[in-house]
Every structure is written in C-alpha cells, then in structure tokens.
Nanobody, 115 residues
Framework: QVQVVESGGGLVQPGGSLRLSCAAS????????MAWYRQVQGDQREMIAR???????SYADSVKGRFTISRDIVKNTVYLQMNSLKPEDTAVYYC?????????WGQGTQVTVSS
C-alpha cells in the first residue's frame, strides 16, 4: 500500500511558474515509478510526466520543454516544475505511484492559469 499526497497548486498568471510536490508514504526507490497526470472536467485523465525507478523520465508533447519532473529520494517526494504556464494547463493535477502492478492516486491539486 502506498499513499501519495499532492501540494502546491494554485492560481498563476499566464507565463508564470508553479512547483507541485507529491509526497509518498514509502521509499520511492521501492516503486516502479511515479507520474503526474492532469484532468479537465469532462475529459480523460492525461499523463504528462513520468519518472521511473532508475531515474529515466518521459513527458507528454504538450508539456515537453516547459515542465520538469524530478525527485528527492531522501524526502520520498516527486516534484513537477511547471514553467511558461498557459491557460490550457488549467486542470486538476494528480500524482500516481505504481508498485507491484498496483496503481495509487493522490487526491489531486487544482492549477488555474488565468490573468
């Protein structure tokens, strides 16, 4: 069992930056990987960034070059640094952890990009 808790969402102007955090209840090195998803009401949840156990990362084309996923092994926390934010980045952002074939979700954090 893994619990993950997101934080760091909020309101930001277009072109601004935010950093989201996802704290895991166990060592993130024991997990297959962790990822950030986002969801706009009425749409499917979209994977935007993933970091694997070995440190390899992958990104959705929509955020490549603007968002960076990273981790702090000591704090068991994964981060999503979001730069050059656009109104279309507005969504609820979810953290996902994968371990032993099971998927665990956080409660989500709202990010709103608006002037």
């Amino acid at each position: 069992q893994v619990q993950v808790v997101e934080s760091g969402g909020g309101l930001v102007q277009p072109g601004g930056s935010l950093r989201l955090s996802c704290a895991a209840s166990r060592s993130i090195l024991s997990l297959y990987g962790m990822a950030w998803y986002r969801q706009v009401q009425g749409d499917q949840r979209e994977m935007i960034a993933r970091i694997y156990n070995g440190g390899r990362t992958s990104y959705a084309d929509s955020v490549k070059g603007r968002f960076t996923i990273s981790r702090d092994i000591v704090k068991n926390t994964v981060y999503l640094q979001m730069n050059s934010l656009k109104p279309e980045d507005t969504a609820v952002y979810y953290c996902e952890a994968e371990q032993g074939g099971n998927i665990y979700w956080g409660q989500g954090t709202q990010v709103t990009v608006s002037s």
